[in-house]
């Protein structure tokens, strides 16, 4: 027969119990108003500007930028584009545009990616998909690292991008390079025979 295990149990000061009274003594010295406190002010820098450029803060090797936040709410739409692309050894390319109707309005997924599709309007971003083409998760090269497998791979992939009246202007965005390339907005329903070129 195994043994009674004897557990703790704290003495009682009166009607509190020893584990409210050490709380009660850890809590008490933030109660005071007397405690002093210390403001630090970090720097606002600009867009754009490396971290060696910002007094009291260390070079990194990275560039602060601001980059607008997903728009919300989403846009929501029944009637859906799709944007047959292509990776291929550094360089994008648009195959197709098709339609897609999904029958009921759908909001538009918040996903990561290294990608993205971003519609604007004149200067306002309207909506963003972001995506990641197929095989395209290995590192950067660096010095004496890895092997940039994304410069020797040709992938494709069809990102689905709602249809809006909205927009001057769609661009596909590579993050990791931060390469702009411009796409036909409006967009209209084109299945091309060759391989169509996003404009730089």
């Not at 867009?47 to 846009?75: H, K, L, N, V």
């Not at 090269?141 to 791979?153: F, K, N």
């Not at 907005?185 to 404009?199: F, H, L, V």
């Amino acid at each position: 027969m195994l043994p009674r295990l004897n557990f703790f149990r704290p003495a009682l000061f009166g009607s509190v119990t020893l584990a409210t009274l050490i709380t009660l003594l850890a809590v008490a010295p933030f109660a005071r108003g007397d405690v002093k406190r210390k403001t630090v002010n970090l720097p606002r820098p600009d867009a754009g500007a490396t971290s060696s450029e910002i007094a009291g803060i260390p070079d990194a090797g990275f560039r602060y930028t601001r980059t607008p936040a997903d728009p919300d709410p989403p846009i929501k739409s029944a009637k859906q584009w799709i944007f047959d692309l292509r990776y291929q050894q550094g360089d994008v390319f648009l195959v197709n545009t098709r339609t897609l109707d999904l029958g009921v309005p759908s909001e538009t997924p918040r996903v990561m990616g290294r990608f993205a599709l971003e519609l604007f309007d004149h200067a306002v971003l309207v909506e963003r998909v972001r995506f990641d083409f197929p095989f395209l998760g290995a590192p950067a090269a660096r010095s004496g690292g890895p092997i940039a497998l994304d410069q020797h791979v040709t992938s494709t992939i069809g990102v689905v991008f709602p249809q809006t009246p909205r927009g001057t202007r769609l661009e596909l965005v590579d993050r990791s390079t931060d390469e702009r390339w411009q796409l036909p907005w409006p967009a209209k329903e084109q299945i091309s025979s060759g391989d169509a070129g996003a404009q730089p």
